[in-house]
């Protein structure tokens, strides 16, 4: 199972209850504040997720925070429930101390024709087994909140004047304390999980074959290349010489609007062919090491928007290749900022290929407020000593054709969802 960790602030520094950063804190004194400050706390609006939120002292400070997907099968759920207690308890242990509390949101939109209400009912028992997981480790659920159709209800509170049957409302996106704060503090809630991960996931219909396709041609023309050691070199400066071509296209051709749209358009400059050049080069580490150079600057911007066009084109029976740009959308989202974005993508490049190292290991270093900088710098001074014109040769390739489906056994759900 892969989960996504929160740092306990979007800036790393302590936060206060809401999760916003120190310098603007502000205290949440109902169920209803904290609903609406969880997509704060995020960065998006989690959906189908279990979201648990360590509490320490007693001010109630907010500190490490976890999302998983909610299982389909509640024959899961109690398994699920001790792992992820004990994941984000013992995590919180390992980076400053036991947490003195927990509080649990349940998020899911109503599925074929049934109400919210109904969603919190048959949530209900994994509610209970995230508490009964809790207090095995002597940690109290302070709070369970089941979030759905625009409604939120307590599991905690059992008095109909404040938690009715029906749930209460929640509020307006944008017209609560929470959201004036967080505008304050330059928080972002950079839309729905569901619209996050649906412009890193593969596309459909007629454009899914015909990219399967290419796929297959270039595999069939590729892998006699690549395992010939005298020419593994070259394919390298082909992969990177055509990404780089790419981006230019990108640069000046910069979409008119954002979110999907720019995925249509990012798309439609993209052909069948390239795309799979570039994806089957991309599967060789260094050729891939040697892209995560361009995480900044004016090489960032058109970057992502590359590596998340490539991630779409990874259909069919090539859905493990995603691994890689799937990461290096993620890489250039940490390096610029977006530390929800970049656990997101990370989470879907462990689903693609759960032993894919360089996802495990930035995956891990998001999650636990690790500074990208570091791994920024090394990057500097690797360019650096690549004098101009110089040929690296490109190593410890896995040929790119079809795989067997063996590492297909990746974590269930995500994060990116992190998430």
């Known amino acids: 199972m892969t989960t996504n960790h929160e740092p306990r602030s979007p800036s790393g520094r302590p936060s206060s209850p809401s999760g916003a950063p120190a310098a603007s804190q502000i ?17 998006f609006h989690p959906t189908d997720s279990l979201v648990m939120v360590a509490v320490h002292g007693e001010g109630g400070r907010f500190g490490g925070r976890l999302r998983v997907g909610i299982p389909a099968a509640p024959a899961e759920w109690e398994d699920t429930a001790r792992q992820v207690a004990e ?22 939109d109503p599925r074929g024709g049934e109400s919210g209400q109904r969603v919190m009912t048959r949530l209900r028992p994994l509610a209970q087994r995230l508490r009964v997981a809790c207090g095995a480790l002597d940690v109290p659920v302070l709070e369970a909140l089941c979030l759905s159709g625009g409604r939120y209800w307590s599991y905690a509170c059992a008095e109909d004047a404040c938690c009715p049957a029906e749930g209460n409302p929640l509020a307006p996106p944008g017209t609560s304390v929470m959201a ?15 619209e996050i991960e649906s412009r890193l996931t593969p ?3 007629p454009w899914a074959a015909e990219q399967e396709e290419a796929l297959e041609r270039a595999a069939t023309a590729l892998v006699p290349r690549i395992l010939d050691g005298a020419t593994r ?84 029976a090539y859905s493990e ?10 890489w250039v989202s940490w390096s610029t900022g977006d ?10 490049a462990l689903r693609a290929d759960a032993e894919y190292r360089f996802a495990q290991l930035l995956h891990h270093a998001c999650n636990e407020g690790i500074d990208p900088e570091g791994l920024r710098q090394c990057l500097r001074e690797e360019r650096r000593r690549r004098e101009p014109g110089r040929k690296r040769p490109a190593g410890a390739a ?22």
């Open 27 to 43: 205290t949440l004194r109902s169920p209803a504040e904290l609903a609406d400050a969880l997509p704060y706390m995020l960065g």
């Open 87 to 108: 994941c984000l308890i013992r995590g919180s242990e390992r980076r400053g101390g036991k947490p003195d509390g927990v509080v649990v949101f349940l998020c899911q």
């Open 180 to 194: 004036a704060a967080a505008t304050f503090a330059g928080l972002q809630v950079r839309g729905s999980l569901k």
């Open 203 to 205: 596309l459909g219909g």
């Open 233 to 316: 070199e070259g394919v390298g400066a082909e992969t990177l010489a055509l990404a780089r071509t790419l981006m230019r296209r990108m640069t000046l051709a910069p979409p008119v609007e954002g979110g999907c749209r720019a995925d249509d358009w990012d798309d439609a400059l993209l052909g069948h062919d390239e795309a799979a050049a570039v994806i089957l080069g991309l599967q060789d580490r260094e050729i891939r090491d040697i892209a995560a150079e361009w995480m900044e600057d004016d090489e960032a911007a058109p970057a992502l928007r590359l590596w998340r066009a490539l991630a779409r084109r990874c259909v069919g």
């Open 321 to 330: 290749h995603a691994a890689a740009p799937l990461t290096l959308a993620g």
């Open 339 to 348: 530390e929800p974005t970049a656990r997101i993508a990370f989470g879907l």
């Open 398 to 419: 896995r040929p790119p054709g079809r795989r067997t489906g063996q590492r297909r056994r990746a974590a269930r759900r995500t994060e990116g969802s992190g998430q």
